[in-house]
C-alpha cells in the first residue's frame, strides 16, 4: 500500500467515519482497510484540539485538588502546632 493513487473499496455494511489529523484536516472513510491505513499514519477519530482541552482540563483538576490538599494540611499542621 505505498502507492499514493491507491483506490480503497467502499464496505456498503461498513459505516463512514471521520477522522481527524494533527492540523485538524478531516477525511471520511468508507471501509475498516481505509480507515486502518489512515489510523495507522497517525489520524484519530477526535480531532486533536479536543485531546488537548481534556488533557488541560485534567491537568487543572489535579492541580486544583492537589493546592487544595496542600492548604488544607497546612491549616491542620498550623492548628496542631498551636495546641502544643
Known sequence: MNNPNFVF???SGYETVNLYDY???VVS???FAECEHYVTGGWDLIPEQRNETFYL???LFTSVFLIT???IYFIRLSFKNAKE
Open 57 to 59: 482540563n485534567s491537568l
Open 69 to 71: 490538599f496542600g492548604i
Open 23 to 25: 492540523d485538524e484536516n
Open 9 to 11: 473499496t467502499n464496505d
Open 29 to 31: 472513510v468508507n471501509s
